[in-house]
C-alpha cells in the first residue's frame, strides 16, 4: 500500500530553501519516491487553513516512506531544512 509524505512549510530563507529543493530530489528517488505536488497553487474551499507550500510525496509503502525519512542520506537535510523553513511534515498510507 502506497504512503504519502504530506508538508505543509512556510519558507523562512528562500536562499536556504532552494539549496534543499537542490539536494533533496535524488535522496527520494534513490528510496523509489516521488513528487506528487510540489508548490504549486494552493486554493482553499473550506476552513480556514492556509498553508503557504504544499509538498505531496508518494512512496511504494511505509517501510519505504520511513526509511527514507530516516536515512542518512537526508538527515542533513533535514536540518537544512528547519533552518529554511517551519510547518508540518506527516505521512498517511493510501487506499
Known amino acids: ?30 528510496h523509489g519516491g516521488r513528487f506528487l505536488v510540489r508548490g504549486g497553487a494552493v486554493e482553499v474551499l473550506e476552513g480556514e487553513f492556509m498553508p503557504k507550500r504544499v509538498v505531496v510525496l508518494e512512496f511504494p509503502d511505509v517501510d519505504t516512506a520511513k526509511g527514507w525519512y530516516r536515512s542518512p542520506e537526508y538527515a542533513p537535510l533535514i536540518a537544512m531544512r528547519k533552518r529554511a523553513a517551519r510547518g508540518s511534515f506527516y505521512m498517511v498510507t493510501g487506499v
Open 1 to 30: 500500500m502506497a504512503a504519502y509524505m504530506i508538508v505543509h512549510l512556510e519558507v523562512l530563507d528562500p536562499t536556504a530553501y532552494a539549496e534543499y529543493s537542490k539536494a533533496v530530489p535524488a535522496t527520494i528517488a534513490a
